[in-house]
């Protein structure tokens, strides 16, 4: 495992497109989006995208990036040449910790609200992502 610290949150989009939170248990559909931006300074940010909507209408989106600063030598460890290959391994680790983050950020922000009954189900990010990612660092 790669040695790391979260250094940064930020929450990229926050948005409620209804006054009134639609009823019944089959009410609500959820398109989850994750996507990585791998910087040349030691960097890897996942962001994950939450968007729940009712018969194709939005209700709330969520969008999460997490910075992520790994260690040098463990950066060193995976850069060959001018290419970095970030492991799926770490990529599923770093975006399982995102997703906890949005969890939070989710609570916090429509705690008190009726929106609050929205809970983001658990998540295999593993399965959604199927290799490792390469980026050429200039």
Known sequence: MIRFRMFKINVEQFAIFVED???GQDAF???????FKISDEHKIA??????FANKNQPILVIEVCCEFDIHPE??????KGTVVTIPK???SYLAAQTVGVA???LYCKTEGT???ALILPPINVA????EDISMEIL
Do not use: N, Y
Request: glycine letters at 2%; hydrophobic letters at 50%; zero cysteines.
């Open 29 to 35: 559909s959820l398109e989850t989006r994750l996507q």
């Open 74 to 79: 463990d950066w060193k460890a995976m850069l």
């Open 21 to 23: 939170m639609p009823q």
């Open 46 to 51: 996942p962001v994950a995208r939450f968007l």
């Open 89 to 91: 391994e770490t990529l």
């Open 114 to 116: 009726p929106f609050w």
């Open 103 to 105: 969890r939070g950020v």
């Open 127 to 130: 399965s959604m992502i199927s």
